[in-house]
């Protein structure tokens, strides 16, 4: 049995950082990992989305490089090449957060980590983790703190079923090997958003169907507006108040058949893949929860400012316990997780200082409360708009 002063479940962004963190304040420390460290954010969300994103861009530019007096040769791309060199970005991050964890001696324990029933009062925390060498068995890490850091996966809606072929989510789409001519995005969120962008620019035929009456529906409204006019400008189809019946989609050979109903018609849409982008569920099962007093409340697990659960001996951080399910929030929190455990109080977060970004083109970012918001709060709100066409960067970069 290991012993140290806390251990976390699941080595994403939330739950490394807290590691080294708490590895910072003198704490011996274990973080378990059943996949790879890094999670999402690193292997299936924001460096490879965006290591993608960058290559579009770079495609984009150089078609266009006539437009700033640069002439180029014939302008093409290798898909193939494209995803090889996403793949060494997110190896290479890898890499150095392996380094990160053995400059801080953090015990990093790989495999499935199940929560046990505690017996020792000095270290209730234990899991008990299905190490990856069958022959070694199981090994147990015992702890005075526990931090569940355990993520999220992506969600589907009710009944449609993703076949990791004709039906992706997203994390299927970051291994596509050759690109779709044609794909129905469903959910005009963030995610949804900057697929729809990285595909039209990659040639893609994109439609979006989204069931909120915007795109982007957490951004400013004008935000929304404006990306839903950019993007009908470079041909991708953007329909909101998209209710999509899941019950119409067909499967075949030539492609997907969905239908959705569109103020109050029923419309077909066809393509060669469908994209589901409705958001992410919460990792809250199949790791013992139920011995601990934590609760989970609508998916999440409830934790209070300083992110202790309902069990003092077990916090939990990042898209586990919902809210903004972002990397840099999941980072704060575990920080925070850490020096609170450590007898530190650090100012609570403000949610609504949190910066968040879509990187599609054009990227748009926001800050603090939007207008709706605002006004939903009692503010007396006074608007400034300034637009691209008086901004010298926005003109010098061709937007
Ligand atoms: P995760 O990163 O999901 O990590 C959880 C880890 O726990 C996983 O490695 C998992 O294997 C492990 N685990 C779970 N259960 C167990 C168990 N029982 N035993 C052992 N290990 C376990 N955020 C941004 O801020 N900017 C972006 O640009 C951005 N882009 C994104 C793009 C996409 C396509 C997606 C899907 C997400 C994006 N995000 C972005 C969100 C970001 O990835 C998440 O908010 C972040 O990864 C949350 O970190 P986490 O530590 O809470 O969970």
Redesign the pocket.
């Known amino acids: 049995m290991k012993i140290v002063d806390v251990v976390i479940?699941?080595?994403?962004?939330?739950?490394?950082v807290a590691a080294i963190r708490a590895s910072q304040l003198g704490l011996k420390v274990a973080l378990?990992?059943?996949?790879?460290?890094?999670?999402?954010?690193?292997?299936?969300?924001?460096i490879?989305?965006?290591a993608l994103l960058r290559s579009a861009e770079v495609y984009h530019t150089l078609k266009n490089a006539g437009n700033f007096g640069v002439t180029s040769g014939e302008v093409g791309f290798d898909f193939a090449k494209v995803m090889e060199r996403k793949n060494s970005v997110v190896n290479q991050l890898h890499k150095g957060i392996q380094q990160l964890m053995k400059s801080g001696d953090i015990a990093v324990v790989e495999?499935?980590?199940?929560i046990l029933k505690p017996v020792d009062e000095e270290n209730p925390v234990r899991i008990e983790?299905a190490v990856d060498d069958p022959a070694s068995g199981t090994e147990v890490v015992a702890a005075k703190y526990g931090i569940i850091?355990?993520?999220?996966?992506?969600k589907s809606l009710a009944g449609l079923v993703v076949d990791g072929r004709q039906v992706i989510t997203?994390?299927e789409a970051?291994q596509l090997e050759v690109l779709p001519q044609s794909m129905i995005i469903i959910g005009g969120g963030?995610?949804g958003i900057?697929?729809a962008s990285l595909l039209a620019d990659f040639g893609v035929e994109v439609t979006v169907l989204e069931y909120a009456d915007r795109i982007i529906p957490t951004e400013d409204v004008d935000i929304s507006k404006e990306m839903l006019r950019l993007m009908k400008k470079r041909r991708i189809k953007a329909v909101t108040g998209a209710k999509v019946l899941v019950e119409t989609l067909e499967k075949t050979a030539d492609g997907v058949f969905i239908s959705a109903e569109v103020k109050g018609r029923i419309v077909t849409y066809t393509a060669e893949q469908v994209l589901v982008?409705v958001g992410?569920s919460a990792?809250t099962e199949?790791?013992g929860i139920e011995e601990t007093n934590a609760v989970v409340e609508k998916g999440f697990i409830q934790v209070n400012e300083f992110y202790q659960t309902n069990d003092p001996h077990f916090y939990a951080?990042?898209?586990?316990i919902g809210g903004l399910?972002?990397?840099?929030?999941?980072s704060h929190e575990?920080i925070t997780a850490a020096e609170h455990l450590a007898g530190q109080k650090r100012p609570i977060m403000n949610a609504d200082l949190v910066p968040?970004?879509i990187?599609s083109r054009p990227e748009c970012a926001n800050v603090g409360l939007t207008e709706e918001a605002a006004i939903a709060k009692g503010h007396q709100v006074e608007c400034g708009k300034f637009f691209f066409r008086a901004i010298g960067k926005a003109l010098v970069y061709g937007d």
Request: hydrophobic share 30%; aromatic share 6%; with cysteine.
């Open positions: 479940l699941g080595g994403g962004t939330g739950g490394y378990i990992e059943k996949a790879k460290l890094g999670g999402t954010c690193l292997h299936a969300g924001c490879p989305s965006k495999g499935h980590g199940t983790v850091a355990t993520g999220s996966r992506p997203s994390d970051l963030v995610i900057e697929w982008s992410r990792v199949g790791f951080i990042g898209d586990v399910q972002l990397a840099h929030v999941a575990g968040k970004c990187y």
